[in-house]
């Protein structure tokens, strides 16, 4: 039980995909100018992270155990079919529900966030439990590190900004500061 | 005037639409890999290699592939070099390949090289492609070096592994973590338009000056 916290605190703070890991950054840089988008991208990626988690591991368990050198081909093949798969699932059940999450839906097969997550969680071996609360920490991390810049910028909009700093430069700034902050929870679990 | 073409579509890459300082595209590898210089030229390489490689096979088979089903076809070519370029720096430098861990697979989810097929590659003939592939991936080298260099001199005090200070340098450690990589590109992206806003207003005085005269 310790062991599964330790993953989600760790996906979610310490490792951050986004402001540790540098993953996923075209959606951090290119959406994040609403709150609401944003919150709903984040959604939108933790739950086909969670859905990615449990693909990564039937394959890594039943198929590439035989054909290691395939896993990179499998995996980017499964992810986008199964991103195409999700969405025709959730237009024809819910059709609110695909409304909310739009657009961003099928931009998430290009999201590196999540190759690295079915990558990352194959190298340090974790079995299907572990996964699903890796996936879990990751895409609330993600969500979080996005709605955390994405209220920065809305409050900037209003501020009185020098044009030349205007932009990614600024974004960038920013994220640089976000990730300075979020280093402060390295020490969390150093003691324990 | 064939060789002008080829040479265009190589410094188009460069610097004009340089992909990391201009388009901002490719940003994941770009700073996560970019503590140290050699880490940058081992990643750069790699992108260079499964850019060049899946431009030209795009390119070669382009009226073959068909346009529903062409952005899974791209991933695939994409893919297989990728594994090829995965395993080579294995088997040659272990070491980086061990740095550089999870980010050489993810090569594969840089949108900078699935955006030069879909927007080059698989409507221009294949020297073009292979010329156009070269620049982009040499203008992604430079960026990658350029970040590299300055985050290792600044946090580590050495470049490509040498000491470049006395002992008396205090090494500003948060530029090879995480947050130098914000900051340092940030920065330069500041310099960017700096440069572009100061030409506009140059070039602004020029038409200012010639319409005033004429």
Redesign the interface.
Known sequence: MDNLLWIFISALLVNNFV????????PF?GVSNSLETSARLGLATTFVMLVTAVCAWVLNTYVLIHAP?L???CF??VI?STVQFIEMLIKKLSPALFRAMGIFLPLIT???A???LA??AT?RGYGFVEGIVYALGAGIGFTLALVLLAGLREESELSDIP???Q???????I???L??AF?GFAGLFSTS | MKKNESYEEFVKGVWRDNPVFVQVLGMCPMLAVTNSAINAVAMGGATLFVLVGSSFLVSLFRHVIPKQVRISCFIIIIATFVTIADYTLLALVPKVHKELGAFIPLIVANCLILGRQEAFASRYPTRLAVFDALGMAAGFLLALISLGAIREILGDGKLFGFSLFSQNFEPWIVMILPPGGFLTLGVILLFFNWFKYKKDEFLADVAEAERSGS
């Open positions: 402001l540790a890991y540098f993953l996923g950054l075209c840089l050198y896993r990179l081909i980017i093949v986008a290009t999201n590196c999540i190759l690295g990558i990352f190298n044009k030349l700093i932009g990614t430069a600024m974004n960038l700034i994220a640089g500061i990730s300075m280093m």
